[in-house]
């Protein structure tokens, strides 16, 4: 699986980087975000380093429905019941921070700090 060793989000897969996981298998991971925006953040990743949504192509297609289809699951086991925000931020002018393809997933009752 391709991995990229300068990547946080690869390190966090590896378990070089300690992170509180809310999920795993063969080809996804899903953790809580260290800088939660809303009281469950978690982010969803692929395992295999993906640098951004434009790097996808047909071949990643039932990856990423996967992604979008664990994002209830995982609200819902969080006690997430009252609705949940996901979102993709890509590229420079998109705002991603790690160049490696993450969705955010975030939920539970407002205020929130962001989003
Ligand atoms: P982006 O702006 O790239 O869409 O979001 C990156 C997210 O990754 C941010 O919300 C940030 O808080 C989170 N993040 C960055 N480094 C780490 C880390 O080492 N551990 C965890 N759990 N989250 C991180
Ligand atoms: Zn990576």
Known sequence: MPQDPNCIFCKIVAGQIPSKKAYEDAELLGFH???????????????EHIATHYDVGPEHEALLGRM???APR???????????????NT????????????MHVMGGPRPWARG
Do not use: C, S, Y
């Open 33 to 47: 975000d260290i800088h939660p925006w809303a009281p469950a953040h978690v982010l969803i990743i692929p395992k």
């Open 68 to 70: 979008l289809g664990l």
């Open 74 to 88: 995982l609200m819902r086991e969080l006690g997430v019941v009252n609705g949940f925000r996901t979102l993709i």
């Open 91 to 102: 590229g420079p002018d998109g705002r991603q921070e790690v160049p490696h393809l993450h």
